[in-house]
């Protein structure tokens, strides 16, 4: 637990330092994969409260969901077709369900400790 909270911590600090900017016109690939990367974190936090968190799964579908999600709205933007719209639809769906096991399992632990 204390790792994720290093590397979270560092993410932060880094982002202060090291500002970057996006071009407008790459702003809906970017925010669609941040959707994506967001999605993976609570996934990751989640498998850790039910105590099966494996590291190869977390980097493999941190970085292949961020990559599919902008290619996919890429690719509907060079369509003519909102693909993006059910990117932000899935992922949006399973960050508050990841979300709601996540408060879950904290309310467990902490009345099952008093």
Not at 9 to 29: D, T
Not at 78 to 105: C, D, E, S, T
Request: aromatic share 14%.
């Amino acid at each position: 637990m204390l790792f994720p909270l290093i590397g979270l911590i560092l993410g932060i600090l880094a982002g202060l330092v090291f500002p970057i900017n996006i071009p407008l016109s790459y702003a809906p690939y970017a925010s669609i994969a941040v959707l994506a990367a967001l999605d993976s974190v609570f996934g990751g936090l989640r498998a850790m409260g039910e105590g099966h968190f494996n590291v190869n799964i977390f980097i493999t579908g941190f970085f292949s969901n961020a990559l599919l999600a902008g290619f996919l709205a890429f690719l509907g933007d060079k369509l003519g077709i909102p693909i993006y719209m059910a990117a932000i639809f899935a992922f949006g769906v399973r960050i508050f369900q990841n979300l709601a096991i996540i408060r879950r399992h904290m309310l467990d632990r902490l009345f099952k400790r008093n």
